[in-house]
């Protein structure tokens, strides 16, 4: 018998188990979309003239990137609905400002992280809240203005004279410099865990060390073993 | 019945039915029952005989090739010809509109009332900033001018009821040449002495069709030498390379220039005074041949190919870049160099007495060119040179001789190239700049006219002397001239539109799309790569660079701290 089901057998209060809770698909797509993200602002800051990667190459790059972007985006917008996962995004401000002060002090002092990491809520308040934005304007104004930008050759005519391709470039550029801070924070907070790289480990291999409850682990035993380490 | 025998008698009574069809088509009306003339008759009289109908009028015929008729069997072209006004003489004899059709088009009359622009423009009445203007010079301009009627010691006029000259245009033997119908003065007439008889007879047995020589026996020399005025036409066109010009390539499509300026009753699609620099029309119906001298006229106007992601984004250019944009990306490449700056102010110099040339260019053919010359001032010439880029709306506004110009701008325009971006009939295109400092009239502030040829004593070109010339000049024209020269900085703009290099030498993306943009001075236009956002770019990149500085010194803290929290549970 394992130290955590000889816990529960006594009856003791949550114990602390190894769980996978990222599985195959998140991983996926978070890696993916991670990879899609990088190229596409590498190529995307070449097309602005930022970066100096050969303007054609840049633009075929980018727009196959993209493409594929949102494929990986219709895909795991199905798997939100279906699996519920969606939920996982829906902001709880009422510990919002107690994760703010943590990053912005207690992190420095040494204080306890005052959320704690469930099998139901995987992020905290400030993480779904920056993912929320991530999910809901940066990402929309990014592959709305980038759709609409792609098929520029079905109104170009229309265009002529006009501003709306400056207006559709303002927006898609406005965006990305939006992304790529998200981006540089995002990546920076993957190293507030426990070790540098923690966050980073627990999402290449999707396990990670959460309490469960009873009722969690008696349904990961039931239903879904292998999630159980 | 079986469905196998369904199938055949479907099939046999279709054949039947069909086999009824034609033979009904073929011959009109069923056979007549045979029973007796009186039927037959009465027949006939309840079915009159139609009127042949009329040949409908205008009707395409598509392109013709080959020929049915060969001149050197024409009794009339035998000869003998004493000059190329007889030669005319017999060419209208069988081709009796010619004559007319010709006298009706600019090439004949030098004279076009824009539509567009309401100005009247064309050689008689425009000045530009080469030899400044045609009128008053006639006798040296009718070495192009086809005009035939004048003969030595008469006055040349456009008026005058005469002959076309039809073989400078249709002569196929290289055998035939113009020359000024008059003289000009001793430091002129030397030019064209000396050259070998024109075999007349032998010229007129073999006209054909107008061939590159035969156009650019003129059009090569605008503006008076070989590739001076345009830039994109000249003797190297003659015979081109691909990599020159993909349609008149000898070792291409072998393009003649009426391939493409299709031509209808003598009139020749394509002049500057009224280009289509937006032809959203394309190609026309199947097989039609448009008068037009566009590119869209043959390859459409979503030429690129597809399906590709950056076929389909080339495209879209189309409606804000002209073909010529991007398809000529230099010109004037073909080892012949253009002019691109002349001074009028320094014509005049003497050496010993008279007039005087220095040749300090070599072009790419290896021949060399004046950087001087006594009669015209001084020359900057050019070769590989990057077109201009202007917005282009197809029309030009000229500075014309009775109109008052503001000499204190730093460059007059001779011609105001028409459009800009707000305007969807505009596109951007190339153009060669030419920049020089002509007299004008400095108290009325108007252009002149200069009198350089001739062999009077007031013609620029034989006495040197500026100030009676432009008097003559003025005085035949009967313009006011306040007798005070100064000399003005102009530039003239002409569309680049021949040299089509091959595809894969066309521009790549990033010669516009980049901070270092050929069209950087174009203005109006959202161009990925080289339009910036101005503040919001400061906004982006200080946002960064704060978001980069917050990470280095959270981070920098907490590793001073050697404190990580407790990271989450």
């Not at chain 2, 010009?245 to 002049?271: E, L, P, W």
């Not at chain 2, 190239?417 to 009239?441: C, N, Q």
């Not at chain 2, 009967?478 to 000399?487: H, K, V």
Request: charged residues 20%.
């Amino acid at each position: 018998m394992t130290d955590a089901t000889e816990a529960e057998f006594r009856g003791e209060d949550e114990p602390k188990r190894t769980v996978m809770i990222y599985t195959a698909y998140e991983r996926f797509w978070h890696w993916s979309q991670a990879l899609l993200i990088f190229i596409l602002a590498l190529t995307g800051f070449s097309v602005h003239g930022l970066l100096p990667m050969d303007y054609r190459l840049a633009v075929l790059i980018h727009s196959y990137a993209a493409i594929a972007l949102i494929l990986l985006w219709v895909f795991t917008t199905f798997w939100h609905f279906t699996t519920n996962q969606w939920r996982q995004y829906l902001p709880k401000l009422s510990s919002l400002w107690e994760v703010i002060r943590f990053y912005a002090w207690g992190i420095l002092t040494g204080a306890p992280h005052p959320y704690t990491k469930s099998l139901k809520r995987k992020q905290n308040a400030l993480q779904s809240l920056a993912y929320l934005t991530f999910m809901v304007i940066i990402g929309p104004a990014l592959w709305a203005s980038g759709i609409v930008y792609i098929l520029f050759p079905l109104w170009a005519k229309l265009a002529a004279g006009t501003i709306a391709l400056p207006l559709l470039a303002f927006i898609h550029t406005a965006a990305a410099y939006m992304m790529v801070i998200f981006v540089l924070i995002h990546v920076y907070m993957t190293t507030t865990g426990k070790t540098a790289f923690h966050y980073i480990k627990t999402m290449i291999t999707g396990y990670d060390t959460i309490p469960l409850s009873k009722a969690q682990a008696a349904y990961l035993r039931e239903q879904e073993p292998n999630r159980l380490k | 019945m079986t469905p196998r025998a369904m199938v055949l008698t479907c099939v046999g009574l279709f054949f039947l039915l069909a086999g009824y069809g034609m033979a009904g088509d073929r011959f009109g009306t069923p056979e007549l029952p045979v029973s007796g003339a009186g039927e037959a008759k009465k027949y006939q009289e309840a079915h009159p005989p139609k009127p042949p109908e009329p040949p409908v009028t205008g009707q395409q015929s598509g392109p013709m090739f080959g020929k049915t008729a060969d001149h050197t069997k024409f009794e009339a072209l035998k000869g003998p010809f004493a000059n190329n006004f007889e030669v005319s003489a017999a060419c209208v004899g069988c081709h009796t509109e010619a004559e007319a059709q010709i006298k009706k088009t600019i090439h004949w009359t030098w004279d076009y009332i824009s539509p567009r622009t309401g100005q009247r423009v064309g050689k008689e009445n425009v000045i530009n900033n080469f030899c400044t203007n045609a009128k008053n010079n006639e006798g040296m301009c009718a070495s192009c001018h086809i005009g035939n009627g004048v003969r030595e010691g008469e006055e040349y006029t456009f008026q005058k009821e005469s002959s076309v000259d039809c073989l400078v245009c249709h002569d196929r033997t290289a055998g035939y040449y113009r020359t000024p119908p008059t003289k000009g003065n001793a430091v002129c007439a030397t030019m064209f002495e000396g050259l070998p008889p024109i075999d007349y007879p032998h010229v007129a047995q073999n006209v054909g069709l107008p061939g590159r020589e035969n156009c650019g026996s003129c059009h090569f020399f605008g503006g008076g030498g070989d590739g001076v005025k345009h830039g994109d036409l000249d003797t190297s066109l003659k015979n081109p390379p691909k990599e020159l010009d993909v349609h008149m390539a000898t070792d291409g499509a072998n393009f003649a220039c009426t391939r493409c300026h299709v031509t209808k009753h003598h009139a020749i699609a394509g002049s500057h005074y009224e280009m289509v620099a937006h032809d959203e029309h394309g190609v026309g119906g199947p097989g039609e041949l448009r008068q037009a001298a566009t590119c869209e006229s043959c390859h459409g106007t979503e030429p690129h190919p597809k399906p590709s992601l950056i076929g389909y984004q080339l495209d879209a250019h189309a409606a804000r870049i002209a073909c010529q944009t991007c398809h000529i990306p230099e010109f004037a490449r073909g080892g012949v160099a253009t002019m691109t700056d002349w001074d009028w102010e320094t014509a005049g110099k003497l050496l010993d007495g008279a007039g005087y040339y220095e040749e300090e260019y070599t072009q790419g053919n290896g021949e060399h060119r004046h950087t001087y010359w006594s009669i015209k001032g001084s020359f900057v010439w050019g070769e590989n040179l990057t077109p201009t880029y202007k917005w282009f709306n197809g029309d030009m506004r000229y500075t014309m001789p009775t109109e008052q110009i503001d000499d204190s701008q730093p460059v007059v325009p001779i011609n105001d190239v028409l459009g800009d971006a707000s305007d969807p009939g505009s596109r951007i295109w190339p153009f060669k700049e030419m920049h020089t400092r002509i007299p004008y009239d400095a108290g009325n502030k108007t252009l002149v006219y200069n009198h350089l040829w001739g062999d009077d004593d007031a013609a620029f070109w034989g006495n040197f002397d500026i100030a009676k010339s432009i008097e003559a000049g003025m005085e035949i024209e009967q313009r006011p001239f306040s007798g005070e020269i100064g000399f003005l900085p102009t530039v003239s703009n002409w569309p680049i539109t021949h040299m089509v290099a091959p595809k894969d030498a066309a521009l790549d993306c990033s010669a516009c799309h980049a901070r270092d943009s050929r069209l950087a001075k174009v203005a109006g236009v959202y161009m990925p790569g080289f339009s910036r956002f101005g503040w919001l770019e400061t906004l982006g990149l200080a946002g960064l660079g704060l978001t980069l500085l917050g990470v280095v010194l959270h981070g920098g803290l907490r590793i001073a701290l050697r404190s990580n929290g407790k990271g989450e549970e």
